[in-house]
C-alpha cells in the first residue's frame, strides 16, 4: 500500500543549527513533492515544490532534496530560529500532471529552542 | 498573493443539524478546489475534489451525501456537512489551485467543526 513517512513525531534543534526533516514514500512515483509548513490551528502554508527531475530546490534559508532512487525528500532549515518552530509537512502528489488532490505525511513538529 | 479564505473558522452545532463552510479564492480564480479534514495529530485527508461547474469527486470513504459540495463560481466552494454527528467534529481545510503544470494548491486557514 502507498504510505508516506515522515522521520519523527518531533524534533527538538538548537537556535542557529541547521533542522533536517526528512519524508519517505512508498508505492508512489511522484511528479512532484511538496513541503508545507503548518501552525497550530492553521492551514497549512505552501514552501517548496520539487519536480521529479530535480535533485535540489532552495529559497532563501530551505533547501529540499529529492532522490527517487532512494525515494526520499530531505528539508533543511539553516541557521534555524525559534520562529520556524512549526509542524512541516510533505506531500505528494501522484498524478504525473494536472491538479489533484495531495496526499500528505502526519508532520514533523520542529522546535527550535533558543 | 494567493490568498484563499474560509468562513467560519469555527462552528459549535447540535447533532442532527447541518453545517455549511464556505471557501473562497479573493485574488485568483480556482480551477479546482480541494476539501481536506484533519483529526488531531493526524495528516490531512483529502475528502474531495471540485471544478466549477461540474460535480465533485470524492475519495473512498467519503460519504458523498453527507458532505455535499458546490463549486458554483471560480472563487467560492462550500462544504456542507449534513446531520452532522459528533463523529464529524474535525478541523476541514479548503485548497485552491489555478491548475498550470503543477498542484501548487494554497490553503484556506482551516474551519474547526465541533459537534455536540
Known amino acids: 500500500s502507498q504510505k508516506i513517512e515522515q522521520n519523527s513525531e518531533a524534533l527538538n534543534i538548537q537556535e542557529g543549527k541547521t533542522a533536517t526533516l526528512t519524508c519517505n514514500y512508498t508505492n508512489y512515483s511522484p511528479a512532484y513533492l511538496q513541503w508545507y509548513r503548518q501552525d497550530p490551528g492553521r492551514g497549512p502554508v505552501f514552501l517548496l515544490l520539487?519536480?521529479?527531475?530535480?535533485k535540489e530546490k532552495r529559497k532563501e534559508r530551505l533547501k529540499v532534496t529529492f532522490d527517487t532512487t532512494l525515494k526520499q525528500s530531505l528539508f533543511h532549515i539553516t541557521a534555524s530560529q525559534p520562529a520556524d518552530s512549526a509542524t512541516y509537512l510533505c506531500?505528494?502528489?501522484?498524478?504525473?500532471?494536472?491538479?489533484?488532490?495531495?496526499?500528505f505525511g502526519k508532520g514533523t513538529h520542529l522546535i527550535i529552542q533558543p | 498573493g494567493a490568498v484563499v479564505s474560509q468562513h467560519p473558522s469555527r462552528v459549535i452545532c447540535k447533532s442532527g443539524t447541518s453545517v455549511k463552510i464556505e471557501c473562497r479564492s479573493l485574488d485568483f480564480q480556482a480551477t479546482t478546489m480541494f476539501w481536506y479534514r484533519q483529526f488531531p495529530k493526524q495528516s490531512l485527508m483529502l475528502m474531495a475534489t471540485s471544478n466549477e461547474g461540474s460535480k465533485a469527486t470524492y475519495e473512498q470513504g467519503v460519504e458523498k451525501d453527507k458532505f455535499l459540495i458546490n463549486h458554483a463560481s471560480l472563487t467560492l466552494s462550500t462544504l456542507t456537512v449534513t446531520s452532522a454527528h459528533p463523529e464529524d467534529s474535525s478541523f476541514y481545510i479548503c485548497s485552491a489551485s489555478w491548475g498550470g503544470d503543477t498542484d501548487t494548491q494554497y490553503f484556506g486557514p482551516g474551519t474547526r467543526l465541533t459537534v455536540l
Open positions: 506531500a505528494l502528489d501522484d498524478s504525473g500532471g494536472g491538479a489533484d488532490g495531495l496526499t
Open positions: 520539487i519536480r521529479e527531475n530535480e
